[in-house]
Nanobody, 128 residues
Framework: QVQLVESGGGLVQPGGSLRLSCAAS????????IGWFRQAPGKEREGVSC????????YYADSVKGRFTISRDNVKNTVYLQMNRLKPEDTAVYYC?????????????????????WGQGTQVTVSS
């Protein structure tokens, strides 16, 4: 059974930084995509970034490209999302998710419906 636990959320001022962590367990294959998603009140869940566990390939939504960096530590089975230059519009509950996804399509890798396993989420609030 795959389990995911997010941590690292909090309150930060605009322009500040946060690092989210997603601790994972129960993988049965190296070919898993681990994605970060977010959902703001009244909005649909959207894909933020994704990393392929086997080779470390990374993918980003246009809204965070150049500000967010996803990385992995396969020994610790943990994926990180370093978020810099945060904006108020980045405020949301952030979730990590995983699944055996064999596509390398950005659109597919950032689509919530293709992921099978989800964490409980961590709140990120960007406000002065």
């Amino acid at each position: 059974q795959v389990q995911l636990v997010e941590s690292g959320g909090g309150l930060v001022q605009p322009g500040g930084s946060l690092r989210l962590s997603c601790a994972a367990s129960g993988f049965t294959s190296d070919y898993y995509a681990i994605g970060w998603f977010r959902q703001a009140p009244g909005k649909e869940r959207e894909g933020v970034s994704c990393i392929i566990r086997s080779d470390g390939s990374t993918y980003y939504a246009d809204s965070v490209k150049g500000r967010f960096t996803i990385s992995r530590d396969n020994v610790k089975n943990t994926v990180y999302l370093q978020m810099n230059r945060l904006k108020p519009e980045d405020t949301a509950v952030y979730y990590c998710a995983t699944g055996a996804i064999f596509s390398r399509s950005l659109a597919l890798l950032l689509r919530p419906s293709v992921y099978n396993y989800w964490g409980q989420g961590t709140q990120v609030t960007v406000s002065s």
